[in-house]
């Protein structure tokens, strides 16, 4: 069955960086697009990037854009974020996400994804 399982979590200081990992199995991961969302506490779910099949393809949000960078390495099965300049307002769950189709511009609500994985916890305080 489709697992998607985040790591690389944790409590960082304002201006740090952090990179996050999905593992994937279950799936082709290389016939789709892949995404990542956000839930800080006591909001909704923030789109935050995604990237297409081959990798060059990649969108952000706005609130992301220039400090986050997305990747995927289809041979290991596995999608990345990598989060530079992270601030208080990153703090959230972060979660990767299966999109339906391979086009990553269809996969910025979640409507256009189909798998989560359980989260992981970021957490920018000093």
């Known amino acids: 069955q489709v697992q998607l399982v985040e790591s690389g979590g944790g409590l960082v200081q304002p201006g740090g960086s952090l990179r996050l990992s999905c593992a994937t199995s279950g799936f082709t991961i290389s016939n789709y697009a892949m995404t990542w969302v956000r839930q800080a506490p006591g909001k909704g779910l923030e789109w935050v990037s995604a990237i297409g099949t081959g990798g060059s393809s990649t969108s952000y949000g706005d609130s992301v854009k220039g400090r986050f960078t997305i990747s995927r390495d289809s041979a290991k099965n596995t999608l990345y974020l990598q989060m530079n300049s992270l601030k208080p307002e990153d703090t959230a769950v972060y979660y990767c996400?299966?999109?339906?189709?391979?086009?990553?511009?269809?996969?910025?609500?979640?409507?256009?994804?189909?798998?989560w994985g359980k989260g992981t916890l970021v957490t920018v305080s000093s």
């Open positions: 996400a299966k999109c339906i189709t391979a086009v990553q511009a269809m996969c910025t609500m979640s409507s256009g994804m189909d798998y």
